[in-house]
Every structure is written in structure tokens, then in C-alpha cells.
């Protein structure tokens, strides 16, 4: 069992940035796939960018590519999201979720366990 925590979202104007952080607990850390998704009002979740357990893989959605950075950090058990260069279009509700080895790819459907999510709001 994995517990996930995420941190670090709030308010920010357009152009700023936010670290996200995503901690974990209870299972083994290293072999898990992490994804970061998000979801806005009144639309469907969606992938983000996913850092893959052995950590050589990253995915980026296009829409970020260049903007959103995925590292992780094994001894502290947290993966993080650097978001720079922020866009209205960007505010959701951030998710981070674990896929037991996994490639960190963007089926949601693949990844078992999930956090409760943070909210970032961009200002235009």
C-alpha cells in the first residue's frame, strides 16, 4: 500500500512558477512509476508528464513540454513537478499517482494508487 501526498499548488500570475511535490509512504519507493495529472473544472483529468520507476524515462504532455519539469528524489521518497512559464489554461487540481513498475506512461488506468490532489490556480 503507497500513500501519496501532494503539496506545493497555489496562486500564481501568468508566467510564474510553482514546485510541486508528491510524497510518499509505506511500499517500496524506487519501484514505482510516478505520473502527475490534473484536471480542470468541468473537464476530463488528464496526463501530465510521468517519470518512470527505473527513472530514465519521462513523458511530457505537449502542451508542457519545455515548461514542466519531472524529478524525484529517492531518499526523501518525493518525485516533484517544476512548473515555469504558467498559463491560465494551466489551473487545475494536480494529481500524483504510483504505478508499481511501471514506465510513467498516460494510462490512468494503470496506475494504482493516487493522492488527493492540489490546486493551482494561474492568473491572467
Known amino acids: 500500500q503507497v500513500q501519496l501526498v501532494e503539496s506545493g499548488g497555489g496562486l500564481v500570475q501568468a508566467g510564474g512558477s510553482l514546485r510541486l511535490s508528491c510524497a510518499a509512504s509505506?511500499?517500496?519507493?524506487?519501484?514505482?512509476?510516478i505520473g502527475w495529472f490534473r484536471q480542470a473544472p468541468g473537464k476530463e483529468r488528464e496526463f501530465v508528464a510521468g517519470?518512470?520507476?527505473?527513472?530514465?524515462?519521462?513523458y511530457y504532455e505537449d502542451s508542457v513540454k519545455g515548461r514542466f519539469t519531472m524529478s524525484r528524489d529517492l531518499a526523501k521518497k518525493t518525485v516533484y513537478l517544476q512548473l515555469n512559464s504558467l498559463k491560465p489554461e494551466d489551473t487545475a487540481v494536480y494529481y500524483c499517482?504510483?504505478?508499481?513498475?511501471?514506465?510513467?506512461?498516460?494510462?490512468?488506468?494503470?496506475?494504482?494508487?493516487w493522492g488527493q490532489g492540489t490546486q493551482v490556480t494561474v492568473s491572467s
Open positions: 517519470l518512470g520507476w527505473i527513472g530514465s524515462s519521462t
Open positions: 509505506g511500499g517500496t519507493f524506487s519501484r514505482y512509476a
Open positions: 499517482a504510483a504505478h508499481y513498475l511501471g514506465r510513467g506512461a498516460n494510462q490512468q488506468s494503470d496506475y494504482e494508487y
